[in-house]
């Protein structure tokens, strides 16, 4: 059998395994008839995805199938999480039949947001009760950012090519940050989707520890299979262990998405009556978090964790009794069957492969330098500096693994004040949302400190990486439930406000009978 047929049958087993273990707690969240059609929608996307041997003839099925199933869907922003990790971003060029080399790159995330994602937009921006694009600080930087990155690609392509990039823009930026950010207007739409997002990431996490003991990718040969060639998805070890990758492609994508699932989970937990249950989820989750053996995730979970707890009662207590199980944890970690090998490779203390973090360091330093020379806009050959240079690898790249520095190298400080603007502009706004509601209304108040706790999580995680695979479009997307939470709150106080002032109205009314 061939090997894409094989892994094939290992997913879909420990995908109906991991679906039969999330049914019953996911029922109390949305209903049955949701959680099975999403389900068997994943299913036949990955069995056709495996089965077609072409991009394109996968490409042409799904957008079928993606089609009808957009019709049916009541929560799109819940679709699009269900389906976001379903295969690795790998791409196919659209052939330009002589008109130009090729119209544009199509993959995995492109076509679910051209047919998921689209219309809904389009929808949206015809409703009455959508906020209007621009009337935020958060569109508003949004806005220049991109507009920037547009004007800036001139420098060094031609029109066609800028064009093409700014396509890719609109629909891997614009689309889920909108439809997101304008989708979901209640909580029961939140958690749903919060939950796909959540079960999706678990499904990538079971594959992700299968693929750690079992020392085999599983995404791997269907992406060959297929003649796509995007240079990730191979095998990488770490201390002597495979690093488990799963469809993001690349073993630190994958730990931060599971990262934030797991700040996620820590809203959607209190939902599940079961503790076993419960327990079980934040176990999984927290094994496919330690498989890819990536630190800078593991460091963004901690901080998740402990900003959840620092802006919650009795936050004192509990962060001194989180440092204290920590610490007291390193012992038996010791003890048990591979547990020296995870210490020896703490961010902090550890001692493998030590030369990442010195490459960092060298990075952030040498960067330094180099945007001084050109501060506001940045520069299309900063690679070619010599400071650039003398960080080059074996492998012969230059890995600019800080995405702040990334984007201050590329397009200057402007280009940095508006991308990390528009990310603190979300940020105040979910903190300023969750303290008007946090002594009213419990449940809203905990999905603000989630969201809270998991923005700032992604922040530092990602000082500490490129945004590569499915970086970027998780943080465009968990900015669009910041913005989503905080007009939902908004709209909630205005609404009890007017119950006020009616029921004041009306008493006083009766008085004056």
């Known amino acids: 059998m061939p090997e894409h047929f ?9 995908a109906l395994l991991t679906f039969g273990f999330a049914r019953r707690p996911a029922v109390g969240i949305i209903s049955p008839g949701d959680f099975s059609r999403r389900r068997n929608l994943w299913l036949a996307l990955t069995v056709i995805a495996f089965v077609s041997h072409s991009f394109w003839v996968y490409g042409a099925a799904a957008l079928i199938v993606l089609a009808l199933a957009q019709q049916r869907e009541p929560n799109i922003p819940a679709l699009f999480f269900s389906l976001l990790f379903l295969f690795p971003l790998a791409s196919a060029d659209i052939p330009g039949f002589g ?30 009760n959508a906020l209007p694009f621009g009337r935020i600080w958060p569109d508003r930087l949004l806005s220049g950012y991109l ?15 800028a064009a093409r990039q700014a396509f890719y823009m609109f629909v891997e930026v614009v689309l889920p ?13 939140f958690k749903e989707a919060l939950l796909c997002f959540v079960l999706a990431a678990l499904l990538m996490a079971v594959v992700a520890i299968f693929e750690y003991f079992r020392h085999w990718l599983l995404y791997k040969a269907v992406v060959d299979v297929m003649g796509l060639d995007w240079g990730y998805g191979v095998y990488l070890a770490r201390s002597g262990s495979l690093r488990a990758i799963a469809s993001a492609g690349q073993s ?58 620092a802006t919650g009662k009795g936050a004192i207590k509990r962060l001194i009794l989180l440092g204290l199980t920590g610490l007291l944890s390193i012992p038996f970690l010791a003890l048990l069957p591979g547990g020296q090998k995870i210490l020896d490779m703490l961010p902090f203390s550890g001692s493998v492969e030590r030369g990442t973090v010195d490459y960092r360091e060298r990075l952030l330093e040498n960067s330094l330098v180099v945007i001084q020379r050109n501060p506001w806009f940045g520069s299309v050959d900063f690679l070619k ?18 995405t702040y520095l990334g984007v201050a190298l590329s397009y200057g400080l402007v280009g940095l004040v508006l991308f990390a603007g528009f990310f603190m502009a979300v940020l105040l706004s979910v903190r300023k949302a969750h303290r008007t509601v946090r002594h009213t209304d419990t449940e809203l108040g905990d999905l603000g400190r989630v969201l809270f706790a998991t923005q700032i999580g992604i922040l530092v995680m990602i000082f500490t990486v490129s945004s590569i695979t499915i970086i970027p479009i998780v943080y465009w997307s968990v900015a669009g439930l910041g913005v989503a939470y905080a007009q939902m709150v908004r709209v909630s106080v205005k609404a009890n406000h007017d119950r006020e002032t009616v029921l004041v109205t009306s008493h006083q009314n009766r008085l004056n009978r």
């Open 6 to 14: 094989r892994a094939l049958t290992v997913i879909l087993v420990l």
């Open 177 to 189: 940050y909108y439809v997101i950010s304008r989708g979901l207007k209640d909580i029961t739409r």
């Open 385 to 402: 500096t010599p400071e650039m240079e003398a960080l080059r690898q074996g492998q012969g790249i230059i890995d600019i693994v800080n």
């Open 252 to 309: 630190i994508p994958l730990g931060f998405a599971i990262a934030v699932a797991l700040g996620l989970y820590l809203f959607l937990q209190t939902s599940i009556a079961n503790r076993l249950q419960r327990y079980l989820g934040m176990l999984v989750l927290g094994m496919g978090l330690i498989v890819p053996l990536s630190r800078g995730p593991w460091v963004g979970a901690a901080v998740i964790v402990a900003v959840f707890i």
């Open 99 to 128: 008109l130009m080399n090729y119209f544009f790159s199509l993959n995995h995330l492109r076509l679910l947001a051209l047919v998921v994602l689209l219309p809904a937009f389009l929808s949206l921006r015809q409703s009455r």
């Open 147 to 161: 507009l920037l990155i547009v004007l800036l690609n001139l420098r060094d392509t031609t029109l066609t090519d």
